[in-house]
């Protein structure tokens, strides 16, 4: 079974959001929900100010959070080490998005319908599309995977249910990477399985020091940071997206 | 009515229990019930290859699509530019791709122009009728009248630069608000078309000077393959010295940030190039034998020639030859020319241009660039000591099999010259590295692609001032020799055309992909201007703003979803060529460009024939012999792009695009790179160190009556001034400048929502300590006020203010973007765009007609 | 009559609680493998849901039940 992690090198990232978007269409998720949010973060003062910028998806903790506090199971660690939310069986608690230290569950207050961004009930789209929600709604979000076959996919499935980065389990299953992987344009975001000595993430851990984020709370996260210090009470964010509406 | 706890309580319990029977038994928790597992349609996928539409470099993209509709744009692994990855644009577009919002239709306008338009549907055959009928007029009234404004270019310039030429239209481009005093600067000095970028693969010490790196473009390419390749070179262990009045452009890549005061970037090159002098680190061999440095210059400013022979006008320059000791012709063999000294040629005080150079630039310190640039002295002087010794000069590489100068220092410059000394300031830059023979050097200062000496290297020194009438720009006039081509010239000649010479006004507009209103600097001006246009037509796939108040007629134009090309596909290192395939139909009832032109030029009755349409295209596709487009019978799009493959030997013509997307035909070699690999180097020109024509063309524009402020800054080397906008009164106590963001840069996106989301609203970036000092909170809203030191004239604007430490304290900055596109639910409520507060008369215009991005400003609470 | 039975509901769900915390849904020891993050028991939080539920009906109960003797 393969140990699945993310290591994002700070060094490369510029902040330009490319992820973000990435992973919204990918995923389909519905609007300010930002299962990929990237942080622009400025620190210091005139002149001596240093600017820099930080990726942060789901951690996917060993230790989740999440998951011990969800009342039916909906939220569960799969043996590959992805947190896995059945969008089938989450009751809307929102318990997970409490217990969370990252902020990065999202709740579907809108039916999702409603909440793509526009009003695409448009008759001439609907000849060119078909009619879906969004227009570039991806197929491959409506099947079950796992060996437990439950449906972790995709984002603005039903109302009333939470979201949240799923390291793209869809791709993942096929051999692919991550949407926000694959997609960097600085190549500063590597996924890759740590028990094979020899995959990237496996081969950057080893070469280059790293941290994690809160790793003080236990949580102990997949997503490793390097060429980098993490953010201090000192470190302001600038340039902030509204996420959650 | 008598309530116990008890019956309280039970009841209750008896309305909650009621509630959650109800909930359940109605079916809404849907979650508890299990979806049925339904049976997945056999999904046909296919992969294609095409090229992006939404920004400025055309990355190469594999549109997704599943049972024929498109879901997904992602990076095609084989392009250079890109290598399969996109920006947040290029991913975002898919919404643009389906967005309902566009022009589903032809739109006839029904009301009166300047207010926004009420628009009636036609069909696109009564829309080209009506299009064609005026532009059939006005050719054959006067071909003057007919203006044709473009914003980019989305492939090879070919079709739109055929129909202006079958047209007879005048052309305007956007590349006064871009780079274009950068680009006369370039061409002017070296030949070359293009601004500043560095041979990234080489360099070792890098001035990002005003470059955004985070956010935006720089020379010739843009995000993403500038980023992709400067972190290369820092792995590399490059150094990057960033000049900018704002840190957040280059953010953690900056290894020092020079904080220079906005508009004297002048300043700070000359005193660089002062030192570099007076360190004297600098390449004689270069500037002896590859530019007119050691012309000998009389006392009047121009050159000393020998007699002409045969059918020249002028003789050639003269140097003093050291071996010899006397002055001969520049190009004599064996010839050792003097770069300093003082000589007497008959009768005549002479000094070769270098001399010259050298005692203009002794007043240019570091101490006085320091009370200028706001950048300490022995910053500037320790950063010119970085470059000599980094220049490494005298030393030699071999790439190819070739042996070249190997420089590894240069300059990453290009929006920034669009500022009121630009030309000169550019000029100054590009001086710098001439003096440390950077030039074409491996590592060292690029300006083009491949090294090709573009036509205004002759043009732009042989400009001949004409008297009036001039044409609506003022090309060849005594105001703009050299000439950018402006539409806020355009705006003002159309307000008071007597006082330009100008003995027309233009009566027919057809914007091309272009919205003038928000994107182009002084929005007011251009807002009265554009009211006297009797008919335009606008060709874009929203109604944008300018549309929305002018247009007489709208065409909607297909986005990714058409036929384009052929496109550069090279990284500077690659050379390949690319297509823009259509992933699926053009959405609603949009068209590609070209078959709307054709349209058009056949209705006007210039499509066939030898001076057609058709004919156009084939000379500026180069289509000869068999492969030329017969010129009695109008082909569809992808002919044209089949008979070019076809021609450039590709034999499954444009099926191999279709398939592949992308030709790679492999690495540039250094022969066709760099300038100092031709044989001779440079082809024997010399560069121009010293701006002989300039001289000229100032006093000419003298003789001629042209007021001060259009020949002050035609010196023949850069020479600083006091700036306009700094005559404001005190009370305009900060500098605006704009900048780009990622999210939107060059491109028509800030409608789109998915980018949207991401910076829904305009603002003003400013120093914290500058706010408090204006009781002004983080996320107040406030007035931004700008003055124009020459007319008094203020205007201004209600921003949000957002805290950034790394900005100076006497600067505001603000995006662009905003305020583009009309009746679009997201950009409701976006802001004003930065132009309105930016001027584009006399004063803000650089000498060459290019606008500038500087005004003073003041800032107070709303 | 009335305190037992509420009595009873407070030990009950106490008891609960820390019974399905401890033992069904915090995970102890060495973690063999990621699935260790899961609850022993897929519903785990709701028992201990249920506890806390229990314990506040105690009250409802103590509301509801006639008093002794009435």
């Known amino acids: 079974m393969a140990r699945y992690a993310m290591v994002i090198d700070l060094e490369r990232c510029t902040g330009c959001r490319a992820c973000v978007e990435a992973c919204k269409v990918e995923n389909n998720t519905p609007t300010a929900n930002l299962w990929m949010y990237v942080f622009r973060f400025e620190e210091g003062e005139y002149p001596n100010t240093h600017v820099w910028f930080m990726p942060r998806p789901c951690m996917h903790c060993d230790n989740a959070p999440c998951v011990k506090v969800c009342p039916v199971g909906a939220r569960y660690k799969r043996l590959d080490g992805l947190t896995a939310t059945d969008w089938e069986r989450c009751i809307g608690c929102r318990y997970c998005e409490v217990a969370c230290p990252y902020g990065v569950n999202y709740f579907n207050w809108k039916d999702p319908a409603e909440n793509y961004y526009l009003d695409w009930n448009d008759e001439d789209l609907a000849a060119v599309t078909g009619g879906t929600t969004p227009p570039y709604r991806n197929p491959d979000l409506d099947q079950p995977y796992g060996s437990e076959q439950r449906r972790v996919a995709g984002g603005g499935r039903a109302k009333g249910v939470i979201e949240k980065c799923t390291f793209c389990v869809h791709r993942v299953e096929q051999g692919l990477l991550p949407a926000c992987v694959a997609n960097c344009p600085l190549f500063a975001l590597h996924f890759g399985d740590l028990d094979d000595p020899n995959s990237t993430v496996s081969r950057l851990l080893r070469r280059k020091p790293s941290f994690r984020l809160l790793e003080e709370q236990g949580t102990q996260p997949r997503v490793y940071y390097i060429g980098g210090k993490p953010p201090t009470t000192e470190t302001r964010q600038i340039e902030e997206v509204k996420a959650r509406v | ?862 | 009559m009335r305190t037992t039975l509420t009595l009873l509901l407070i030990v009950v769900g106490f008891g609960l609680q820390v019974v399905s915390y401890f033992f069904l849904a915090a995970p102890w020891g060495i973690p063999s493998s990621p699935a260790y993050s899961n609850p022993r028991v897929p519903f785990a939080p709701t028992i201990f849901i249920l506890g806390v539920v229990l314990v506040f009906l105690a009250a409802v109960v103590y509301e509801l039940l006639p008093e002794r003797g009435q």
């Open chain 2, 1 to 862: 009515m008598n309530i116990t706890r008890r019956t309280f309580l039970k009841g209750s319990a008896a309305a909650g229990g009621t509630l959650i029977a109800g909930r359940l038994l109605s079916g809404e928790l849907e979650t508890l019930v299990a979806a049925p597992p339904g049976a997945s349609p056999a999904l046909a996928e296919e992969w294609v290859p095409t090229t992006c539409w939404i920004g400025k470099q055309d990355c190469g993209i594999l549109a997704r699509r599943i049972n024929g509709r498109v879901i997904s744009l992602e990076g095609h692994p084989d392009h250079p530019r890109n290598r399969g990855t996109l920006c947040p644009k290029g991913i975002a577009q898919i919404m643009a791709l389906y967005d309902p919002n566009r022009v589903k239709a032809p739109m006839i306008r029904t009301n009166e122009k300047g207010v926004p338009g009420k628009w009636r549907q036609v069909t696109w055959d009564e829309a080209l009728n009506l299009v064609a009928e005026k532009i059939k007029a006005v050719r054959q009234k006067d071909p003057r009248l007919f203006v044709w404004q473009k914003g980019r270019s989305k492939a090879k310039a070919f079709y739109d630069k055929a129909f202006v030429k079958a047209a007879g239209a005048t052309k305007l481009g956007h590349g006064t608000y871009c780079s274009d005093a950068g680009y006369r600067a370039a061409e002017y000095t070296i030949g070359l078309h293009g601004v500043l970028h560095p041979d990234f693969r080489y360099t070792r010490y890098l001035l990002c000077w005003g470059w955004n790196v985070t956010n935006a473009g720089g020379n010739k390419f843009c995000w993403l393959t500038w980023p992709q390749q400067l972190i290369q070179a820092r792995e590399r262990g490059m150094k990057m010295v960033v000049i900018d009045p704002r840190l957040r452009s280059a953010g953690h890549f900056a290894d020092e940030w020079l904080p220079i005061r906005p508009g004297t970037d002048l300043a700070l090159a000359l005193a660089l190039c002062s030192t570099l002098v007076e360190q004297g680190t600098i390449d004689r061999a270069y500037l002896q034998n590859h530019t007119n440095a050691p012309f000998l210059v009389k006392e009047d400013g121009f050159f000393l020639r020998a007699a002409p022979e045969g059918e020249e006008e002028e003789g050639k320059p003269l140097v003093w030859d050291e071996a010899s000791g006397q002055a001969v012709p520049f190009d004599t063999e064996g010839v050792q020319p003097a770069l300093e000294g003082e000589f007497t040629v008959q009768n005549s005080k002479v000094k070769p241009a270098f001399q010259v150079f050298k005692e203009h630039l002794a007043s240019y310190t570091p101490e006085w660039a320091a009370e200028v640039c706001d950048i300490p002295a022995d910053i500037i002087r320790r950063i010119a000591r970085e470059l000599g010794e980094n220049a490494r000069i005298g030393s030699t590489i071999v790439v190819d099999g070739i042996t070249l100068p190997y420089r590894p220092v240069a300059i990453m410059a290009y929006h920034m010259t669009q500022q009121e000394l630009g030309f000169q300031a550019a000029r100054a830059m590009i001086m710098l590295m001439m003096l440390l023979g950077a030039i074409e050097a491996v590592g060292g200062q690029r300006i083009d692609l491949t090294w090709k000496i573009h036509k205004n290297w002759e043009k732009l020194d042989r400009v001949e001032i004409k008297d009036p009438p001039y044409n609506i720009y003022l090309k060849d006039s005594k105001f703009f020799p050299i000439n950018s081509g402006s539409p806020s010239v355009m705006a003002k000649v159309m307000l008071e055309p007597e006082k330009y010479g100008v003995d027309y006004t233009p009566e027919v507009l057809m914007l091309h992909m272009v919205n003038p209103m928000p994107s182009f600097t002084d929005e007011p001006l251009h807002m009265e201007a554009y009211k006297q246009f009797k008919f335009v037509v606008a060709i874009d796939p929203w109604l944008s703003k300018t549309a929305d108040l002018f247009a007489d007629v709208v065409l909607p134009a297909a986005t990714i979803e058409k036929y384009e090309g052929p496109i550069k596909a090279s990284d500077q290192y690659t050379d390949a060529v690319a297509f823009r395939i259509p992933p699926m139909n053009p959405l609603f009832q949009s068209r590609g460009e070209i078959e709307i032109y054709m349209d058009i030029a056949e209705r006007a009755g210039f499509l066939y024939g030898e001076k057609g349409y058709l004919a156009h295209l084939n000379k500026e596709l180069k289509l000869k012999d068999e492969f030329a487009l017969p010129l009695d019978r109008k082909p569809s799009v992808r002919e044209i792009f089949d008979r070019w493959a076809r021609a450039q030997g590709i034999e499954e013509g444009v099926a191999f695009f279709e398939k592949n997307g992308v030709k790679v035909k492999g690495p540039v070699p250094a022969k066709k790179y760099y300038g100092y690999a031709q044989e001779p180097p440079f082809n024997g020109i010399r560069h121009r160190l010293y701006g002989e024509s300039l001289l000229r063309y100032r006093q000419i524009m003298q003789e001629k009556g042209a007021d001060e402020i259009y020949w002050r800054d035609y010196t023949p080397l850069p020479t600083w001034r006091p700036l306009t906008m700094d005559q404001s009164p005190p009370e305009y106590d900060l500098y605006l400048i704009s900048f780009k963001k990622i999210e939107f840069k060059q491109s028509r996106a800030s409608q789109i929502p998915l980018l949207a989301e991401l910076a829904p609203q305009q603002y003003l970036e400013i120093n914290p300590k500058t706010a408090r000092e204006r009781g002004i909170a983080d996320g107040d809203e406030v007035w931004v006020e700008s003055h124009n030191a020459l007319t008094g004239e203020t205007r201004r604007v209600k921003v949000v203010a957002r805290y950034r430490e790394s900005i100076r304290p006497d600067t505001v900055g603000m995006p662009h973007h905003y305020g583009e596109v009309a009746r679009h639910p997201w950009a409701k409520g976006q802001g004003p765009t930065a132009n309105v507060l930016f001027f584009g008369t006399e004063g803000y215009l650089t000498n060459t007609a290019d606008a500038t991005f500087h005004v003073k400003v003041r800032v107070y609470k709303a």
